[in-house]
């Protein structure tokens, strides 16, 4: 397990590196000055419509807690760079704890696309009964 944490974070933060320079994100992404990805709120309004409550909400408790930030600022479009003020230490973090949370795996080249609220749960809707 100590082995996949320390791989999963040198994964991280190798790929937080290769943002910077050389980074392309798939549409409908928009690649921001230094690497950053954004996503049009309305294209992650709608994964979130589908999302079941119960997964929304907890992974709003999660990243809360995670964080250390007021439920209220964890929208569903909320970045946890640039919204929630998370690094790259509490980002690999994040990860963890959504796999623990959710019994999934989440593999270090999925890990990397998963920087909104939306993102996680859409990942973990459709990753959960897999793994189960």
Wanted: charged share 25%; proline share 4%.
């Amino acid at each position: 397990m100590m082995f996949r944490r320390t791989a999963l974070f040198g994964a991280v933060l190798a790929a937080l590196v290769t943002l910077s320079s050389a980074f392309v994100a798939p549409a409908p992404s928009v690649v921001l000055r230094g690497g950053l990805r954004y996503r049009p709120a309305t294209h992650q309004s709608l994964l979130v419509l589908r999302a079941e409550p119960e997964v929304l909400e907890r992974v709003k408790d999660l990243v809360a807690e995670q964080l250390g930030v007021d439920k209220e600022k964890v929208t569903d479009s909320a970045n946890f760079v640039q919204d929630l003020g998370a690094d790259s230490l509490d980002s690999v973090e994040l990860v963890m704890a959504f796999e623990e949370k959710f019994g999934i795996e989440i593999p270090d080249e999925e890990a990397t696309n998963i920087v909104t609220v939306a993102d996680a749960v859409s990942y973990i809707e459709k990753n959960q009964s897999t793994s189960a």
